[in-house]
């Protein structure tokens, strides 16, 4: 490791003890409000930001380009708010995790909140679903919330749904319904709310976005972004329990 990288690790934490090696911290927050149109490759550059202003010390890469090593459990699309993002950073210090949430909050905004951090037993890989809420707003809605909700249901319950999927090898034709584990339907005030529990990691994936576009294609709405709000509320994993 360079002699620069060396000293920003081992300085100016005397009181905590170092490690035999580095250990991993899993910090989880929520992404709100005007946050929610950061995109993923931006929300990493400002993690490098935000942990440099926590003066946390941090385990450097090696090579010609140090920087710490910083992993997040699974992207979150434009657009779409979260109360359960996941990131695992690496610390060579032996730190108490209520040290590193003060001054993970001292170095952030509002909308990007840290309220749990822990050293976890568990790997990203193991996620196999995630848990969302879609509100869409009742004026927007012809017929009435009732209607819609029990068309979308029916929609996303149904014995098959096929759309043209975004993969990395291109887009082709795909049944979602295999992807969608449980649908929830509610009328709430007058907002029309679907809580979808949607395949997610590695293995496979159901972006909540490709849902409401086929919502929007088959029944019409919702058109614009202000009409609805799409929230990620919980990770699970295999056994359909909450991913920490």
């Known amino acids: 490791m360079p002699e620069t990288v060396e000293k920003l690790n081992h300085t100016g934490f005397g009181e905590y003890g170092l490690l ?28 490098a930001r935000i942990l440099a202003r926590a003066d946390l010390p941090l385990w450097f890469t090696e090579g010609f380009n140090p ?27 032996d730190m108490p ?8 909050h001292g170095a952030t905004a509002s909308n990007l909140d840290f309220d ?6 568990s790997k990203f890989i193991d996620i196999r679903a995630a848990e969302w809420e879609v509100r869409i707003d009742g004026r927007f809605v012809p017929g009435g919330t009732e209607d819609y909700l029990r068309r979308a249901e029916a929609l996303l319950t149904g ?72 929230m990620r509320l919980r990770m699970l994993d295999g056994e359909m329990k909450e991913f920490l």
């Not at 920087?67 to 210090?93: M, T, W």
């Open 20 to 47: 035999p090696a580095p250990r991993t911290y899993r910090l989880r927050f929520c992404k709100t409000g005007g946050m929610q149109w950061i995109s993923h490759l931006d929300l990493q550059r400002s993690f």
């Open 67 to 93: 920087h710490p090593k910083i992993v997040f459990a699974l992207p979150l699309p434009v657009g779409c708010q979260s109360l359960c993002e996941l990131v695992d950073i690496r610390l060579v210090r």
């Open 97 to 104: 995790c209520d040290e590193v949430l003060r001054r993970m």
């Open 116 to 121: 749990r951090c822990y050293v976890p037993a």
């Open 159 to 230: 014995p098959s749904l096929t759309v043209v999927k975004r993969t990395k090898s291109g887009d082709r034709e795909t049944d979602i319904i295999p992807l969608i584990k449980s649908v929830r339907c509610a009328a709430e005030g007058s907002e029309a709310v679907l809580r979808l529990c949607l395949a997610a990691g590695q293995a496979e994936n159901l972006s909540p976005e490709l849902v409401v576009s086929v919502l929007r294609d088959r029944l019409g709405i919702p058109e614009e972004d202000r009409e609805y709000t799409v």
